[in-house]
């Protein structure tokens, strides 16, 4: 069984890799895959909107409700998420709706929702 999962892992890298290093050739399938990564978090809450709510928490730092181009940078590295600048800066676009370049709570929740 430990084998089993250290395999996955191991896949899962790989993969990772593969779509850091072919960013430019692929950025829309490797944001696909950034954005499933987020969307997987949502399994340990009892809703979407749990979800959206600690999301919120762990990545607005400063508290102002809205989560900015730096918070979302340094945030996706607390949930174990690394990426491009490149693919960060497709990422945080697609949440922001409104294009001001900050993503608030109904964004994420919306975003989150929209895809399942
Ligand atoms: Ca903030
Ligand atoms: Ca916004």
Known sequence: MAGFKFTL???DEYTEKYMEDNGDVFPTASVDFLFEKIKLGA???QS???YAVN???ILDKN???FVDVS?????LRTLQIFCSPHEEHLLLRRFDVNGDGK????EFY???AASM
Request: glycine fraction near 8%; proline fraction near 0%; hydrophobic fraction near 40%.
């Open 110 to 112: 919306n975003a989150l």
């Open 103 to 106: 993503i608030s709570i109904e």
């Open 63 to 65: 508290n102002d409700g």
């Open 43 to 45: 399994k340990n809450y």
């Open 55 to 57: 999301l919120m928490k």
């Open 48 to 50: 979407l909107q749990d």
């Open 9 to 11: 892992v191991k896949a």
């Open 71 to 75: 918070e979302f940078s340094a945030g």
